[in-house]
């Protein structure tokens, strides 16, 4: 079967052999396609990730061999997410089930990048839902990373009146914008790229750009009175975007770290203790997350409809060079 491996500076394709359940609990599904994830691009660049390893996890994908005491069955086309809590450990008894060691260690085999992976009896039981005929598999594919936005959202204990800011429009951003929206929650956003400004706006979440920090900070008062956003949301990888966190926050205000920065810089210690801001990070779902997230992406209540750039696996070196330059929001692989 064909898979996309990292091969030093590349991502190249190699056939192995098939895998098989082999009495196996669980099943062998058919990728149909895999979004590529920001993680994805970190491993890639950073070189987090072994020669030979199969990157990809936000798989759509048709059931080929099952070995399960599920209801689903040869031919579903399922989404899944690729780890698993424990539910027992002294992480998932505090809710911290991305911590969890039993998470860290479950996975997708070999990986979403592949014609053919295993899905593990675990992943059908908690993770793994039938996808409906009303969705496309590209808006679908948001399902795992929809699932870390309300993991986010909910850590961060808003109020119904709160007035919250998403820093940075990538795919992540528009996507926790509008999970935000959906939720019932005023979102403004910034970023630095003006056609990004322009799909966030168009989505209906006002959007400014940041580039001109005085004026941005400017807007920013004018929209919440003076006091500032009760909330920010750090979708992006910037370091100077912690400036942007750190200006538009109100007194008593979050803000939530979603996103890893080049020189891992931090927040000042005056700035928090003196405003009495409250500092979080948020990194992945929990099984419970990734069902309302997909509550929300079939109802249609989070539409990311027409947001992904589909490539052939044959065009996968493509596609991460263009994610990497910013030339497009989300790379979605066709893989069957």
């Known amino acids: 079967m064909k898979t996309?491996?990292?091969n030093g500076e590349n991502i190249v394709l190699k056939e192995i052999e098939d895998i098989k359940l082999n009495g196996k609990k669980g099943a062998i599904v058919k990728v149909l396609g895999c979004g590529l994830c920001g993680s994805d691009i970190v491993k890639f660049r950073h070189k987090?990730?072994?020669d030979g390893a199969v990157l990809g996890h936000e798989i759509v994908a048709v059931i080929d061999e099952i070995n399960s005491d599920t209801d689903f069955n040869k031919g579903d086309k399922i989404v899944t997410s690729h780890h698993?809590?424990?539910?027992?450990?002294t992480y998932c008894m505090h809710g911290n089930y991305s911590m969890c060691q039993h998470f860290k260690v479950t996975n997708i085999i070999p990986g979403g990048f592949s014609e053919k992976v295993f899905v593990s009896e675990e992943h059908l039981k908690n993770v793994a839902y039938k996808v409906p005929n009303n969705i496309t598999d590209e808006e679908i594919s948001f399902y795992e990373p929809l699932g870390c936005c309300i993991r986010a959202i909910k850590r961060c204990s808003?109020?119904?009146e709160d007035k919250i800011l998403v820093v940075g429009l990538g795919s992540i951003g528009l996507l926790m914008s509008e999970a935000l929206k959906a939720l019932g929650y005023k979102v403004f956003a910034c970023d630095l790229l003006?056609?990004?400004?322009?799909?966030?706006?168009d989505k209906g979440i006002e959007a400014f750009n940041s580039l001109d920090i005085n004026n941005f900070e400017r807007i920013i008062k004018e929209k919440t009175e003076g006091f500032?956003?009760?909330a920010v949301f750090?979708?992006?990888g910037a370091d100077k975007a912690i400036d942007v966190a750190l200006n538009s926050v109100k007194m008593g205000g979050k803000i939530l770290v979603f996103s890893s920065t080049p020189n891992n810089m931090g927040y000042a210690n005056n700035e928090i203790y003196y405003k009495e801001l409250t500092v979080l990070g948020s990194y992945?779902?929990?099984?419970?997350?990734?069902e309302e997230s997909f509550e929300l992406l079939t109802s249609g209540k989070v539409n990311m409809q027409g947001l992904s750039s589909i490539y052939e696996i044959e065009d996968i070196q493509k596609a991460f060079n263009d994610t990497i330059s910013n030339k497009i929001l989300k790379a979605y692989i066709k893989i069957g």
Do not use: H, W, Y
């Open 4 to 6: 996309a491996q990292v």
């Open 84 to 89: 698993i809590p424990c539910f027992e450990c």
């Open 228 to 230: 500032g956003v009760d």
């Open 194 to 201: 003006e056609n990004r400004i322009k799909i966030a706006n």
């Open 234 to 236: 750090m979708t992006s």
């Open 48 to 50: 987090l990730a072994k």
């Open 158 to 160: 808003l109020q119904n």
């Open 284 to 290: 992945s779902p929990s099984p419970k997350d990734l």
